[in-house]
C-alpha cells in the first residue's frame, strides 16, 4: 500500500488505517483524480455516503476532527465530475471568509472549479449589488465595514455618553437584534426574553439603536447586517427576482450549521424555495457563539423540516489521539440540555498516544512559568514552536503567559487579540500611573494611598477599575479584566520588592512592554478558546481551568454553564497528541488558596468523582435515511398551483400581478380610503423600525390587501406578500386598520 499522503490511489479500505490522518490534517492533492470515482477514494464510509446523497435533504453530524470538510468538498467534486451537478449551480455557505477560500482551494484541487465558496453576508452582497438597480432603483448605498463611529454619533446625538468599552458592547447589541430580526421598539422585552446581559438600561440601548438607523440613513449607508435584510426583503416581497436566483442556484451546502442566525437561516430558506437540495454539516457540541444570535436549533430541527431526509452522523476522530478522544467524550457525557442529547461518541482513529496530563498550581505565576518551562521542553525536544498553544477562557489571561514565555526565550504569537501592552486601555492606564509618578504629590486621589498597591488602586479608579468586576461580558469586562491585571502586578511587585515606588512600578512596567514589543516571529499560539476554534495543533496547554474562569463567574443559567462546558470541549479537542490542563489555587503567591479545578473536571481528572449523576444520550456514527412521503411536525411542501386572475381567470405569471391576484388591465376594486391609510401606516412603521418602506409591505401587497380587505388572519394570510414572519408582526394591525379602528388603537398606545 503506498506511503501515507503519496498521490497513487489508495485502496477503499484504506480510511481504516492511520493514512487517514490526512482527512483533516492535511488535504492537498498532488494531482487533480483523474475520474468522479477517484474522488472518493480514501473516504470512509460515512464519508463517501456523504459524497454520493446528492439528492433532497442531507444532514450531516459531524465530531470534531471527523473530515467533515473534507466530506463536503468531496461531496460537491463528485457531483461535479460525475456530471450530476454543474459548478455554476452550487452555492456553498460557511461563516469565515479563511473557512470559505480554503472550500475553493480544496474543490480547485479537486477538479471542480468555479463552485461558489461564499460567506452568507458575500453571497448577500453579490445579488444584492446585482438586483439593486432593478429592484429599488439608483445606486446601491455605501456599506460601512466598522459601525463604531456610527454608534458614536448616534449616542452624541442622543447625548449619551458611551467609553470604548461600552461602544463595543452596545455595537454587539445592535448586531444582535439585527440578526435576530429585532427593531428597536421591541430589543428590550427581546433582550430581556434571551437573558442577555445589557451593558446599559435597554431602553437607552434601544434608543441607541433607533437613532443609529437614523445616522445611517440620513448618510445614505448600510451595514453588513442590513445586506442580509434588504436581501431576505427583496427575495421575500420580488418573486421574480427570487425565481431568477433560484434558477441560477439549485444545490446549497451550507457548513457549521449549528452556527447559523434566524436572519441566516431565513435567507437560505428563500435561496431554496420549494426545493429540498440541502446539504447542512454541523455540530450541536460546539455552538459556542450563542451570545451572538446563532443558535444550533436549525441544526437539530433538521429532520423535522425535512422528514425524508438523509442524515449521516461523522465520529471516527482522525485528528486526536484516543485518550484526548476520551477525555472530550467524558466532557459531554456530563452535559445537559438538548445539545446534549444529541451529542456525537468519537472514535479515534489514531494509534495511542500519552495521558492527557493534569497539573495543579499554588498560584498563576508558577501556572505560567510552569507551562512555559514544559513548553522549552518540548521545543528542545525537537517539536516546533508552530505546532504548540496555550489557550484560555479570556484575553486577559494572556499578559502573565506573555511573560513567562518571553522569560523562558520561547517565541510566541498571539491570536485574535492585542498584545497585552498595546490594548489601549493599558496604555492609557500606563500614562496616567506615569503622571502619578512624576506629580502625585499634587494628586489628591493619592491622598489616602498608603502604599504602592493602594497608590495603583486609586489612580486606576480613574480609568474603570473597581473593586468588584462589572456583571456580565463583552468589552467592558476585558477592559476591567486589564485594569485588574495591572492592580494584581503592582501587588506582585510591591510583595517582591518592598518598599518600591509608583515610579519603579512603571520602570517595571516600560521594561516589560518593551521586552515584548519585539517583532512578530513564527511561536507558539497563544489563544482565547474562542478564537481557537476551527484550528489544532500537535499539543495543547489550556491553563486557567479553575472554577470562577472555566465556566466564567459571569455564566450564571443552565444554558450558560453548558456553553462553558462546549468551549472547554473545542479547546481539548484542537489537541492531535499531547494536552496539558492546568489550574492555580490562588492567583497570586502567598495569597489564599481558595480556588478548585474545574466542575467540568469532576470524575475525568485523577482523584475526582463526578458530581452529576447523569449521563446524556449518545449518537454512534452511522446513516438514517428519510422515507420519502413521512409526515413529521413539520409537512412538506406542496406544489403550487398555478396563479389565475380572479377578475377573468386568466394564469399569471407576472410577480406583481400575481401579488394582487389579477391581470393589471382588470378592473380594480380598491378602497381608495383603506389603501391610503394602509400607505400612512406603513410609512410610520418604516421610520420606527429605521427600514425602507418596501420591508414592511410592498405597494402591490398593499394594494391587494386594499382590494380584499380580509377580516381575519386567514384571509390576510392568504394575500400574497404576506408571509408568517409579516402575520405575525403587523397582522394585528393590518386588520384593526382593515376594521377602521387602527386610529382610536395607536392613541390608546401613544
Not at 94 to 100: G, S, V
Not at 155 to 175: F, K, P, S, Y
Not at 448 to 459: G, K
Not at 507 to 519: G, S, V
Amino acid at each position: 500500500m503506498p506511503a501515507c499522503g503519496q498521490p497513487a490511489q489508495p485502496s477503499r479500505g484504506t480510511w481504516q488505517h492511520g493514512c487517514v490522518t490526512a482527512a483533516t490534517h492535511s488535504t492537498l492533492f498532488p494531482q487533480v483524480p483523474d475520474s468522479a470515482d477517484a474522488v472518493l477514494d480514501g473516504l470512509d464510509p460515512e464519508q463517501r455516503e456523504v459524497a454520493t446523497a446528492l439528492r433532497g435533504p442531507v444532514c450531516v453530524l459531524a465530531g470534531a476532527g471527523t473530515g467533515k470538510t473534507r466530506a463536503i468538498t468531496h461531496r460537491i467534486a463528485y457531483g461535479v465530475r460525475a456530471g450530476i451537478l454543474h459548478p455554476s449551480s452550487v452555492l456553498a455557505v460557511t461563516f469565515t471568509n479563511r473557512a470559505a477560500g480554503e472550500m475553493r482551494g480544496r474543490l480547485r484541487q479537486l477538479g471542480a472549479g468555479g463552485v461558489q465558496a461564499r460567506t452568507f453576508h458575500s453571497a448577500a452582497l453579490r445579488q444584492l449589488q446585482y438586483f439593486w438597480p432593478k429592484a429599488i432603483g439608483g445606486s446601491m448605498p455605501r456599506l460601512v465595514d466598522r459601525k463604531a463611529q456610527l454608534v458614536a454619533d448616534a449616542a452624541a446625538a442622543c447625548r449619551i455618553r458611551l467609553d470604548r468599552g461600552e461602544l463595543r458592547d452596545v455595537t454587539a447589541e445592535i448586531e444582535w437584534s439585527k440578526v435576530t430580526q429585532t427593531v428597536p421598539a421591541d430589543y428590550a422585552p427581546a433582550a430581556a426574553k434571551a437573558g442577555r446581559e445589557t451593558p446599559r438600561d435597554p431602553a437607552e440601548i434601544a434608543q441607541l439603536y433607533a437613532a443609529y438607523e437614523d445616522v445611517k440613513r440620513e448618510r445614505a449607508v448600510i451595514d453588513f447586517e442590513d445586506v442580509l435584510l434588504l436581501t431576505v426583503a427583496v427575495l421575500q416581497d420580488r418573486h421574480d427576482i427570487a425565481e431568477q436566483v433560484r434558477a441560477q442556484y439549485q444545490h446549497f451546502v451550507v457548513d457549521e450549521y449549528q452556527d447559523v442566525s434566524p436572519l441566516q437561516q431565513r435567507l437560505l430558506e428563500l435561496w431554496l424555495g420549494d426545493r429540498d437540495n440541502l446539504c447542512v454539516v454541523g455540530d450541536a457540541s460546539q455552538t459556542i457563539y450563542s451570545f451572538t444570535g446563532a443558535t444550533p436549533d436549525h441544526l437539530l430541527d433538521f429532520r423535522t423540516r425535512h422528514p425524508d431526509a438523509t442524515v449521516v452522523k461523522l465520529v471516527r476522530d482522525y485528528r486526536s489521539t484516543p485518550q484526548v478522544v476520551h477525555l472530550a467524550n467524558g466532557l459531554l457525557a456530563q452535559a445537559k440540555g438538548r445539545a446534549a442529547d444529541h451529542r456525537l461518541e468519537l472514535v479515534s482513529q489514531r494509534a495511542p498516544g500519552p495521558e492527557p496530563v493534569y497539573t495543579e498550581y499554588t498560584d498563576e505565576p508558577a501556572e505560567a512559568e510552569g507551562a512555559a518551562r514544559r513548553i522549552r521542553e518540548l521545543m528542545d525536544s525537537g517539536v516546533p514552536a508552530a505546532e504548540i498553544a496555550v489557550l484560555f477562557r479570556t484575553n486577559a489571561q494572556s499578559e502573565t503567559y506573555e511573560q513567562a514565555l518571553a522569560d523562558a526565550g520561547v517565541p510566541y504569537q498571539l491570536r485574535g487579540a492585542e498584545r497585552f501592552f498595546d490594548r489601549p486601555e493599558v496604555r492609557k492606564a500606563g500614562v496616567a500611573l506615569r503622571g502619578a509618578a512624576r506629580f502625585g504629590g499634587n494628586d489628591s486621589l493619592l491622598d489616602d494611598a498608603v502604599d504602592l498597591p493602594s497608590q495603583v488602586r486609586a489612580v486606576l479608579s480613574g480609568d474603570g477599575w473597581t473593586p468588584q468586576p462589572p456583571a456580565g461580558s463583552g468589552a467592558v469586562r476585558e477592559r476591567w479584566e486589564s485594569l485588574a491585571a495591572l492592580v494584581n502586578l503592582a501587588q506582585d511587585f510591591a510583595a517582591a520588592k518592598p518598599g518600591a515606588t509608583l515610579a519603579d512600578l512603571v520602570a517595571e512596567l516600560d521594561e516589560r512592554a518593551n521586552a515584548q514589543h519585539a517583532p512578530t516571529v513564527q511561536g507558539v499560539t497563544l489563544a482565547s478558546l474562542h478564537s481557537a476554534k476551527g484550528l489544532e495543533w500537535d499539543v495543547v496547554f489550556l491553563v486557567g481551568v479553575a472554577e470562577g474562569m472555566m465556566p466564567i463567574t459571569y455564566a450564571k443559567t443552565d444554558q450558560q454553564i453548558e456553553e462553558e462546558r462546549r468551549l472547554l470541549y473545542v479547546g481539548v479537542t484542537r489537541a492531535r497528541e499531547r494536552l496539558h490542563v492546568s489550574w492555580a489555587l490562588s492567583r497570586s503567591p502567598g495569597g489564599r488558596p481558595n480556588r478548585r479545578p474545574s466542575r467540568f473536571l469532576d470524575g475525568l481528572r485523577p482523584g475526582s468523582t463526578a458530581t452529576t449523576g447523569r449521563t446524556a444520550a449518545s449518537s454512534a456514527g452511522g446513516i438514517e435515511r428519510g422515507t420519502p412521503g413521512t409526515r413529521g411536525s413539520a409537512p412538506r411542501r406542496v406544489q403550487r398551483t398555478p396563479a389565475r386572475c380572479r377578475v377573468c381567470g386568466r394564469t399569471l405569471t407576472d410577480a406583481g400581478e400575481m401579488k394582487l391576484m389579477r391581470c393589471d388591465d382588470c378592473p380594480s376594486d380598491m378602497n381608495e380610503g383603506l389603501y391610503e391609510r394602509l400607505r400612512e401606516w406603513r410609512a410610520d412603521q418604516a421610520r420606527r423600525s429605521g427600514q425602507p418602506a418596501f420591508c414592511v409591505f410592498t405597494d402591490r401587497t398593499l394594494m391587494a390587501i386594499a382590494e380584499t380587505a380580509p377580516d381575519d388572519e386567514h384571509e390576510l394570510a392568504r394575500i400574497p406578500g404576506v408571509g408568517m414572519r409579516k402575520l405575525n408582526r403587523y397582522g394585528a394591525d393590518v386588520l384593526a386598520i382593515c376594521a377602521g379602528q387602527f386610529a382610536e388603537r395607536d392613541t390608546d398606545q401613544d
